[in-house]
Structures are given as C-alpha cells and as structure tokens.
C-alpha cells in the first residue's frame, strides 16, 4: 500500500497534495480513471500517510474530459501549483498519470480543516473589498501585447503563446529595439536569463519567473524517475541550474547511467549529480 506514495509513472490514478513548510498535507486532489478508483486511491493515500479522513472536508468531486492533455502532473497543474503557492504551500504528487485513451476522468478535492477555516475567514474579511480576478503574470502571454520573459526557471513559454506571438530568445539589444519601433500586427515576445540586457526598451509587461527550489527540484525529478529524490541534494546548486530544463537532462542522465551502465537508482543518481554539476 505504501507504493501509493512512491512518484512514479501511473496509468489508473494520481494523488496531487499541498503542503506546508512542516510538510503537513493541507490540499488533496485525487484524479482517476474512475469515480471507484479515486475512492480507492484516496483511501489508500490517507492509510499510507498516516492521516485521518475527518480532517479534511470535500469541496469538489466529478468527471471531467481529458480534452488535449496527454497526462497530469505537478508541471501541467500550473494553475493549481500557482494558487497554493498563494497560500503558502507546495504542490507534490506521487507521479504521473498518463491519459492515453481516456477521456473523462474522476477527481476529489479536500482540504484540511485549518486550512478550510482560514479560507473562510478570509473571504469573509474582504466582503466589503472589490473582488480582484485572478490573474497569473505568465497570464499576460494571452493577451497580444510585447512582452519580457526573464525565464528562469526554465518553463516551455513557447507553449504559452498565442498563434501569432513571436518568440525571440536571447535576441540582441538592437534587433528587439527595431521591432518595437515597428508598426505590426503581432506582439513580440524576448525570453532571456538576464532581463537587466533589456532595461533600455519600454516592454508593456516584464515577467520575472525565479528558480526552482530545492524542494521543487526534488519533486520534479522524482516525478520524473519514479522514485524519490531527497532535496538535501542539491543545496550546493547553484540558481541556475535549478530549471526545469535542468530536471529533463538530470533525468535523462540517471536513466542512462542505470540503462546502460546496469548502476542502482542511487548510484546512478549520485553520480549524474556531480557529472550535472561538473565534478569529477
């Protein structure tokens, strides 16, 4: 039963978690394949982790359509990853769900009962406040207007564009200076690691996106490799090596190593990290 808590590539089911700095799961999301097995799952996950299901309170339960998402992981639940961020949490999951010829899914949502009371108060504190809509600052890729993308963290923002966006990455200060003197009909878009280059240009919105932590790197990499990878790790990682390009090629590594050099997980882990970081 404890394998539910293991990250791994999952075909039936997928338990997404919030938690707190003391690792305390205040947010659960159970998808699956069916209404039975997210019960299954969730009840599993609460027998593994030691948790008592009168903790927490059910907010949301139903089907949904996969549509176009291929599978389900801490990368693709961005949104979500964004909100409990807000509220002090870090989102992990016990892997990947792939959704290959699935088309609806079930998901539970829970949260804890502190964390359920908090909300409330809140919400019920800001009353006489205008509501602010949400909005996420990769949000203001959507909207047709130039943009600078100072990418650290190493997301695809090509993925995030609209079809008639131009994307230029690392482009010289002169050629993007042209471009903005341009009459156009389409926004451009500078990605780059050092949005201190462009501080001349008068870009509409300027979008910051900060490493990883060593947390998040952690989760990343063992969603990845499918199984668990401590963040103690990688304290001596330097920031810019904690991107999300960075987990991809850590991964790939490992997997290598343990492929054709026939190395156990945490030899061959041990090793890409200092291959990764240039060691001996």
Known sequence: MEDILIPKERRDAVVLIGVDRGENVEFIKVYAVSEEKAK?????????????????????????????????????????????????????????????????????????ESLYRRITTEKEGDVKEEPIPEFEPLDVLSLGVDVLVENLRGIEVAELLPPNAVLLKEPPLEEVYELLETERDFPVVVETKDAGRYSSLDFPAVVRLPPLTVEEFAAELSERLGFVVEPERFLDYPPERLNLKNVDALAGLVKALMAQKRFSPEEALSLAVRLNLGGP
Do not use: M
Request: aromatic share 10%.
């Open 40 to 112: 299954q799952t969730l009840e599993e996950f609460f027998s593994a982790r030691g948790l008592f299901p009168g903790d927490y309170r059910l907010v949301s339960r139903g089907s949904e359509e996969v549509g176009e998402r291929k599978a389900i992981t801490t990368k693709s639940e961005a949104s979500l990853s964004a909100s409990l961020a807000r509220l002090g949490l870090r989102l992990l999951s016990n892997g990947v769900l792939y959704l290959e010829g699935v088309e609806r899914i079930y998901q539970f949502t829970l949260v804890s």
